[in-house]
């Protein structure tokens, strides 16, 4: 079962759920434009299933809704931030934000984040940077102790989901752009099969004692996500945790000395250093019309760009409205009544 929401409702409860937990207005507002919009571009392993998750931290003083962006050191090309414990979605704008002002002075602008709130979708902040006429690269990782994803051909864990994600501008199409955990599939997506009583494709997740299972609730039993792709996404992980771990100075998973945290590594580079902007973004367009141009596999109707499947799933749910399992509407149920909200 399922329930179908539209997004400006979806948008609205969950601003009024954060604002009753004692989140000001204005980050109230841009946490749940973040969550609503993973849900409207497909994404919702990072939608408002993680509501309660968040309204736990809260509890649990993880996040601070009040923390301060702070710059603990940095040049004119780099910086390193401290987000104040608050919320990812609002240090991680602010920090995309200071990149490109780097950027536009300096050519180039490389920030990193850390100590602040679970980061959220990555796909967002590229195309915030691309639809300025930056190009942006982000790097992510945290948060679990001791790691959730095995490196290829091990069945422990020691990295965490570590996505990777990057994003252009182009011309008479909206920005092109990449975002996916360089594990098999995001955490997000276990807890959404879990939600939905459904079974996970093979080659996600090994169970506690190593053997590979489509059960998604083995997760919650000492299971071990894969990296995609064998060790293709093996190596991109080791990067992003190193260079994470590293930059930040929060250091490993694996380390005993690690502290939950969500670190992110955000470049953007500006175009006009290279090319004119317009020059570049039409050589994109040429790229897109010579993919949809290529022959096409038996059966396929279009070749679609990295982020079309976003930005069509986006056209299709603001029409017809989200799709929320029946768990997670139920929850945002309960939460809306716990503090008095009508829905």
Known sequence: MSVIVKADQLRSLVQQIFERAGVPTQTAQQVAFSLVESNLVGHDSHGVLRVSFYLEMLREGRVNPHGEFSILHESAT??????????????????????????????????????????????????????KGFIGMVFGSGSRPGGSVAPYLGTSPVFN?????????AAQHPPVFLDFATSACAWG??????????????GWLLDADGNPTTDPTAHQRGGVLLPFDKHKGYCFSFLIEALAGGLSGVGIA?????????????????????????????????????????????????????????????????????????VTWEQLEQIAQKYHIKI
Not at 79 to 95: H, M, S, T, W
Not at 115 to 120: D, L, M, Q, R, S
Not at 189 to 202: C, F, R, S
């Open 161 to 169: 989901t570590n996505p990777i994600a990057w994003g252009i501008p």
């Open 254 to 326: 694996a380390s005993p000395k690690y502290q939950r945290d969500f670190v992110l590594v955000m470049t953007a580079i500006h175009i006009a250093a290279f090319q004119p902007l317009e020059q570049f973004c039409q050589t994109v367009d040429e790229l897109i019309a010579a993919v949809k141009a290529a022959r096409k596999a038996p059966g396929v109707k279009e070749i679609l760009v990295p982020g079309e499947p976003e930005w069509f799933t986006r056209e299709e749910r603001l029409r017809q409205g989200i799709e929320l399992p029946e």
């Open 189 to 202: 997506k276990i807890q959404l099969a879990i939600d939905k009583g459904i079974p996970i494709p093979e």
């Open 78 to 131: 780099t910086a390193l931030i401290d987000g104040g414990r608050n919320f990812g979605q609002v240090v991680a704008r602010k920090a995309m934000d200071y990149a490109m002002q780097k950027a536009k002075q300096h050519d180039i602008g490389m920030v990193v984040i850390r100590n602040c709130g679970h980061t959220g979708r990555l796909g967002e902040y590229v195309v915030q940077a691309a639809e």
